[in-house]
């Protein structure tokens, strides 16, 4: 059986009148005489909607529940699907999580999916049916509703194809495809034919929102491309496949985060295990910190640094306030209006001066590069947030990314 | 193990402000030491939205993706009303059907129950916990979500005090009880402190809305007191319960149901079986017929004439016209704008000239009747629509319901 996953996010399923033209679209699909798996996210903002309702019961929703209430969008959406698609005349059925036999561990807010029971998807797949999956969810214990986390419908459908053996797995979303670099702060940013899961990795990590890296890791274990095209039009999209099989670039695209904050525990005495001491102590609370950097003054005391996303600052502020103590640190010092700019592509490592010519693009321009982290693929440098739309596009003009055109070979 | 069980109504959970004050309510009762088990319908109008969303999307919506998309109105109160009573600091947990083991048949849009398996929720009950269960809806196979018709969430509180031997069982509305007339028709109808079982399920089958005839067959098969009180004050309500344990009155209530039309099959030649083949026509379409009449005239011909509901009425008479000509028949003759009014009361058999009187008040009023049935505790007559109001008025007067109030003995 020749699968196809498909993914449609929430803006591609947002009324009634979207809907049935994705049902068009599936069953274009369908007749091409593949299987087709449809995951589908909750219609438009009906998952914020469902989150402001629960905010007006309680500041701190509790996760068990959240989870229950936020997995209703999802049911929705595949619900009014799979009517669309009997209505034009083919066989189909709506599955949940549970029923799709998504099997996640206990953590009801963020699960991790530990096996997926193929059984029932294969049986409807055999007799024809389009199967349409909601995503985002999943269960655990038997009957427990649990939901993945952020980009969880990408992980969803990441997840089918590879449980199902698909060739290739598509993501339908409101944009052309992946870019140099996001197209509403640099107008010239080109859209990439394809790039490297690696290289997505890192993207999508660094801020870009069009694909969610855990889809990105399930494809790359797995061998499959995923395919992320725009619902609204025939446009060609971004293939996200194996480095090997793409011709070498060194730099692949530009991507900002403009939601990070900065905090600096200070004048901490020099021992061994520190940063460990404080990044055990940060995930204990479970905050993810995206960058931790330890900078050795004068009389053997060291600022350690963290960079998280703004949504953790405030409890990381908490957390390192009370580690001051039992550190003899001086203090904790905070800076919540910082963002971060990087850039990404397999050639980083092996042509010499990148990262120069990233500094000098910043240079020119009066931008000071507060901290900087590399890998072998990507360079990251945090900045004031009120400079990041400059910093970008003086990059993306550097690199000359508006004239990329990344081959297979 | 002492149980209460409650059902919320969707009007009573309308508001995330609303759903707080329902918890007020629940803790309160919690406070007695009673174990509580909530049975929440959709909030406001949800299932109104999410059944126009499926028109938008087809005219016809699948049984099954429409039990589906329906009950995702009460898993968000469930999941909302649960994090109400966390927020206010006692232990809670919500429960959509599948979860509280509400086994029911195929049938995804109108499912009896068949079974409940009270396992878990009394593993939930013995915790201390209130358990939050999802009104409306059960399961099938398995894991299929089913839906248990209209009323459902009266059904559900009934069968969970019959499975697990509530004492009592309340149903929290937005009137103040059950009333010798719907207010809104007849100014000075009164509340009744008790109703026999027998009695409140001929008024809700004669158009009442304030409880579904399921749970009264539930609650009288068992042998537990069902308590409508107002979901919004302190009213005492009406105690549904055995009649040998209340006071004989003649006369009860008087009802009305404005969305009802009669269909006649005109000159069926008489032969045995006629009315039981047209019966089964319509049942195998589904078609819940209230009233069937047969009159003979001249030359041994029968006019039939069924009474339904004013959403069967198409279907019916396509129905009949196609039996026309296998019968004989000379054609087929439809009056959609018809209404029934009913008086109910335990004693309409044992007292004399209650028919008389209630057919005399509708005769000054020049009122015509079209149609009588009755019961031993029920006199309905069909009449024309435009007349219901002066009817139950002239009616409900005659009988001075407006005084009445029953007591237990």
Same mark, same amino acid.
């Given at each position: 059986?020749? $699968?196809? =996953?498909?993914? +449609?996010? !929430?803006? *591609?399923? #947002? @009324?009634?009148?979207?809907? %049935? ?109 389009? $199967?349409? =999956?909601?995503? +985002?969810? !999943?269960? *655990?214990? #038997? @009957?427990?509703?649990?939901? %993945? ?261």
């Amino acid at each position: 059986m020749n $699968v196809l =996953v498909q993914k +449609y996010g !929430g803006t *591609s399923v #947002g @009324t009634p009148e979207r809907i %049935l033209r994705v049902a068009d679209r599936i069953l274009a699909a369908r007749r091409t005489g593949v299987a087709v798996v449809s995951v589908v996210s909750a219609m438009g903002h009906t998952t914020d909607e469902l989150m402001e309702m629960a905010r007006k019961v309680t500041p701190n929703p509790p996760r068990r529940e959240l989870a229950m209430l936020l997995t209703t969008g999802e049911q929705i959406s595949i619900s009014l699907l799979c009517m669309a698609i009997q209505a034009k005349g083919a066989r189909a059925v709506a599955l949940t999580g549970l029923q799709s036999g998504i099997i996640t561990d206990t953590n009801y807010a963020d699960a991790r999916i530990k096996r997926v029971r193929t059984q029932r998807l294969r049986q409807h797949l055999a007799k024809g049916e389009v $199967v349409i =999956v909601a995503g +985002y969810q !999943g269960v *655990s214990n #038997g @009957t427990e509703i649990t939901t %993945l986390g952020r980009g969880g419908s990408d992980t969803t459908a990441a997840a089918l194809a590879a449980a199902l053996g698909a060739r290739t797995c598509e993501i339908y979303t409101d944009v052309e495809g992946v870019y140099t670099a996001d197209p509403r702060q640099v107008p010239n940013a080109a859209r990439l034919d394809y790039i490297a899961y690696e290289e997505m990795l890192e993207l999508a990590g660094s801020g870009a929102q069009v694909m969610h890296p855990r889809a990105v890791e399930i494809a790359m274990r797995f061998g499959f491309p995923l395919l992320v095209k725009p619902s609204y039009s025939d446009g060609a999209g971004t293939v996200i496949t194996e480095g090997s099989k793409l011709e070498s670039v060194a730099i692949t695209g530009v991507t900002t985060d403009k939601d990070i904050g900065k905090i600096a525990i200070q004048k901490v005495p020099d021992r061994p295990g520190i940063a460990a001491k404080i990044l055990s102590a940060l995930a204990r609370e479970r905050i993810h910190v995206r960058l931790i950097i330890q900078s050795v003054n004068e009389g053997n005391v060291n600022d350690v640094t963290i960079v998280v996303k703004r949504e953790f600052i405030e409890r990381a502020s908490a957390v390192l306030e009370r580690m001051c103590r039992s550190l003899k640190a001086s203090g904790v010092v905070c800076d919540p209006n910082m963002a971060e700019i990087s850039i990404v592509g397999s050639g980083i490592a092996s042509t010499s001066g990148v990262a120069a010519r990233m500094f000098k693009a910043l240079a020119r321009k009066n931008i000071n590069i507060d901290l900087i982290s590399t890998s072998t693929i990507r360079i990251a440098c945090v900045i004031d947030r009120r400079r990041v739309d400059d910093a970008v596009r003086a990059v993306h003009d550097e690199f000359k990314l508006g004239r990329l055109k990344r081959r297979a070979v």
